[in-house]
């Protein structure tokens, strides 16, 4: 299935730029900023900006993958973004041409735009440096990220990792599993501390930047998760912070536009869960519900049912693959084994406001109250912590 | 003696960074850091196997299938040998060699254009060859919409690209109908076009060479061949001379027991096709210069987790130094072609001066040879998956054993070991060939491929090493690298500024060929 209009795929245009980016704000949720102002900013493509708006695009502990991402964006795509945003890259240590020293000193020190991609390791910050002190020393990242944050107009977590600490950040395995005599860092939950900028996967700890931190603009760390976050989040983001708007957040600060969306609401596959017909197993070809297998569209937010991946191509359930909850904090300890429904239970609520909406039916295998509670909460706190949270978000 | 830093090193995945001693002009030492450390080998602990490809696919967004596979590969193996798991079916062996030559071109076209390519546009280098100017240059822009094809392809079974999800232990989780066959063999064709017809090579080295360009012979291999003639030009046929010593693991099974491209050990003009067993137990890691404790060395089977160790005295890496039979050994595109004895039109034999040798310029040329080699691969073996014929029979995480998944990513030779009691992990490394290329010193002193490549190098202008650089990006290391370039206090106090768009190749930056490594 796809929703590609091959028409649409190459232009650099500004009348094209403008049609896709309507196609695009048109496949994201009503009532939200950008469908509100969609012509508005449709129409500010179009005319020159008032000079070109600094971005500076921060690595931490990264794979990258939220870069490489970015460059399939098709609607806008990441150059004619450039090009059309009027946007000056002033560092992004994989596509830029400089190098070295040259690189960071050609780092805007107050930019318009601070995009983060990768978590931010507090206990161990040698474990991502660039760049150097003033007294020779690898310069940590988290350093770089204390000085330019506060001098930012505008500051953007870039997947899952930036946002709430990522994969670095979930449970080290090694004290369970193997013979340490000697205390050290492996002995450590969080081995280097990786955190993101302002959540952690614990409700019980903030991130680097603090729960009370606002960029220049007043807003605070806006979040576009996911392992990897999809190019349209990152830039149209952008594109309604640079025409004023403030976009609409949820309590991760995510722009609900994206991520207001339940998957499973959403899901092609629904229908099969409804009457209550899974896959045997994955890759069996019957293109029935992946919810037995493992699948956490139950718990997962975001848009991609609609919005799909490279340029409308496709998307997880699409290839028989069950997704994996990669929006959402904390998810490689609250969302696994990947490939088992939540401690194998039935099917479960998601969360208070979708709960309704669950079409539980015949198919209710039992209610997996604790199963919800661990995929839904917030971090690994205690059933009764659990609900607390809830109700006081 | 002056000591030049290079950091970060831009352009390549991940944090990594180099010093220099440079002597007389000379590089007489490099020291390689790998900037970065994450934990994933001890955050896969604890956890059933079939886990392991999701959370290792993370280590890398640009090779982004090639640890899921090796994943799979080492629990698939571990759980054959548990007999629990007969073998992936014969559709799911031919989509991953698919989807795997698919997601290397896509590398090599991001790598050449977006990573290397900068290295001699004009913008950075002054060449002339303004279509490699980043964001701007016509070529750059073209290779751009290439790729984006390219994994729009790939994501109709990968189900999205990067981080794709359709390699699922036991084979596949997406149906290969015919509707999706049919989508990417036309948007593989549409790169295809976009490179050219491979038989239109000589053409196109000719036009190259008397400064046209006919863009119906294909705008990429236009694009590529004249990067391959400035990078002549700049001399990186003699600089970057690493050992001359190749190891590949093999990629792509046969279905008969045996792989497309095989492994293979190139050692003193001498090329040989070791069977798994011998690789294994031949390779050990070494973090003697690592921020790693000493245990977290030694065989990947039983060596430990790698516990940090920051503050280690003499270590300057967060990388590990793998050894085969103790020999640092180069890997990557250029090593899978000495062991399957290809120099497509002579390329390396021509305008490298030798199809074996270790240089700058033979890295990039091998490159740009695999992609075509790959492109022609890819429309042959979309004909030979089957529609919707059986991808997956199922898996089980409930077994004890171990298991080792040797395979190619883009950059070079990759492993994964597993071990598993009851359903669980309890030991798992991972060795990147970016360590083999561009690790640090092991216990003996003896360099990685990338510290010996550039001791004894040219520098003439300290502010641009340019030639280091092009030497660094041309293993394509993968890692979020840097290198420094610095200046003790009241030695040499001028700051870097290497390969900026201000900055100019100097022509006077002569290499120096062969020069023996200088520890003094």
């Known amino acids: ?393 | 003696m002056p000591e030049i830093e290079i950091d970060p090193t831009t352009r390549i995945e991940g944090h990594h960074s180099t010093t220099l001693q440079v002597e007389d002009g000379h590089v007489t030492e490099a020291k390689s850091h790998i900037d970065m450390f994450r934990g994933m080998e001890m955050v896969v602990l604890d956890r059933p196997p079939s886990d392991a490809p999701v959370f290792t696919q993370r280590v890398c967004g640009v090779c982004f299938t090639v640890h899921r596979m090796s994943s799979l590969l080492a629990i698939e193996n571990a759980a054959k040998r548990a007999g629990v798991f007969g073998g992936v079916p014969e559709t799911a062996r031919q989509m991953r060699n698919l989807l795997e030559r698919i997601a290397t071109l896509w590398n090599h076209a991001v790598h050449m254009f977006a990573l290397v390519g900068p290295d001699y546009s004009d913008a950075v280098a002054g060449t002339g060859l303004d279509r490699l100017d980043p964001m701007e240059g016509e070529g750059y822009k073209r290779a751009l919409e290439a790729q984006r094809e390219l994994l729009q392809g790939f994501a109709e079974f990968g189900g999205k690209a990067p981080h794709p999800l359709t390699y699922a232990p036991g084979g596949m989780s997406a149906t290969p109908t015919a509707g999706k066959l049919q989508n990417i063999r036309d948007q593989v064709e549409f790169v295809s076009d976009w490179l050219g017809p491979t038989d239109a090579i000589p053409e196109i080295i000719e036009n190259v060479r008397n400064g046209e360009f006919d863009a119906d012979l294909g705008e990429g291999l236009h694009d590529i061949v004249s990067l391959l003639f400035a990078a002549k030009e700049a001399g990186a046929d003699d600089f970057g001379v690493g050992p001359g010593r190749y190891y590949c693991n093999g990629i792509y099974p046969d279905g008969d027991g045996g792989r497309e491209i095989p492994a293979g050990i190139y050692v003193d003009g001498e090329l040989t096709h070791p069977e798994k067993d011998d690789i294994t137990s031949a390779i050990h890691e070494s973090t003697a210069r690592s921020w790693y404790t000493d245990d977290s060395g030694g065989h990947p089977m039983e060596e430990s987790p790698p516990k940090p160790d920051p503050e280690k005295e003499d270590a300057y890496s967060w990388g590990k130094a793998p050894r085969y039979d103790g020999m640092n050994m180069e890997t990557g595109s250029l090593a899978r072609l000495i062991v399957t004895e290809r120099d497509p039109f002579d390329l390396r034999a021509t305008l490298g001066g030798d199809p074996t040798k270790s240089s700058t310029l033979n890295r990039l040329i091998a490159r740009a040879q695999e992609s075509v080699l790959l492109r022609d691969q890819i429309l042959d073996v979309l004909d030979d998956i089957e529609p919707d014929s059986t991808v997956n029979r199922g898996w089980t995480d409930d077994f004890s054993g171990e298991g080792v998944g040797l395979w190619e990513a883009s950059r070079g030779a990759l492993s994964h070991w597993v071990k598993i009691e009851d359903g669980t992990i309890t030991n798992y490394q991972i060795i990147t060939p970016t360590l083999w290329n561009l690790g640090p010193r092991d216990e003996n002193g003896t360099p990685s491929i990338f510290e010996q490549s550039v001791e004894g190098m040219a520098v003439e202008d300290y502010e641009n090493p340019i030639n280091v650089m092009r030497t660094v990006r041309s293993f394509d290391p993968c890692l979020a690298c840097s290198v420094h370039v610095e200046s003790p206090a009241g030695t040499y106090s001028e700051e870097v500024t290497p390969a900026s768009p201000a900055g100019v190749a100097t022509g006077g930056d002569r290499p120096y060929a062969g020069q023996e490594v200088d520890e003094q």
């Open chain 1, 1 to 393: 299935m796809t929703t590609a209009d091959t028409e649409t795929k190459t232009g650099t245009e500004a009348t094209t730029t403008r049609r896709n980016f309507l196609k695009l704000v048109g496949g994201v949720s009503a009532g939200t900023v950008i469908t509100q102002y969609s012509s508005e900013v449709a129409t500010a493509l179009e005319q020159a900006s008032n000079g070109s708006k600094e971005v500076v695009w921060l690595q931490g502990q990264t794979c990258s993958a939220c870069t490489m991402s970015t460059l399939q964006g098709t609607s806008p795509s990441l150059e004619e973004a450039i090009s059309q945003f009027k946007l000056d890259v002033t560092f992004h240590p994989e596509i830029m041409a400089e190098t070295g020293e040259a690189a960071t000193e050609a780092m805007s020190s107050s930019p318009d735009i601070l995009m983060v991609e990768g978590a931010i390791p507090t206990k161990i910050p040698s474990a991502a440096t660039f760049g150097r002190t003033e007294d020779g020393h690898h310069k940590p990242v988290v350093d770089w990220l204390l000085e330019l944050a506060p001098e930012a107009e505008y500051v953007m977590g870039i997947g899952t990792c930036a946002c709430y600490g990522g994969w670095q950040s979930a449970n080290n395995g090694a004290p369970a599993v193997e013979d340490f005599d000697e205390e050290g860092p492996w002995m450590d939950a969080n081995v280097t501390g990786a955190k993101g900028l302002q959540y952690t996967h614990r409700e019980d700890d903030a991130g680097v930047l603090g729960p009370d931190f606002t960029a220049n603009s007043g807003l605070p760390v806006i979040n576009v998760p996911g392992c990897m976050t999809h190019p349209d989040y990152v830039l149209l983001t952008v594109a309604t912070l640079l025409n004023g708007h403030e976009p609409d957040l949820d309590e991760f600060n995510r722009p609900k536009a994206f991520y207001g969306p339940l998957v499973h609401d959403q899901c092609s596959r629904r229908g099969y869960f409804d009457r209550g017909e899974f896959v045997e197993h994955v890759g069996d070809g019957s293109g029935k519900c992946l919810y037995n297998v493992g699948c956490k569209g139950p718990y997962c937010h975001c848009d991609d049912s609609v919005r799909l991946w490279n340029d409308g191509t496709s998307v997880c359930r699409n290839v028989g693959a069950p997704c994996i909850g990669c929006m959402e904090p904390g998810f490689w300890d609250r969302m696994t084994p990947f490939y088992d429904p939540i401690e194998e239970q039935g099917v479960a609520l998601t969360d208070v406001e979708t709960a309704g909406k669950v079409a539980v039916g015949a198919t209710a295998a039992g209610l997996g109250a604790h199963a919800a509670r661990k995929a839904m909460g917030y971090g690994d706190a205690e059933p009764d912590e659990q609900d607390e949270t809830e109700s006081t978000e």
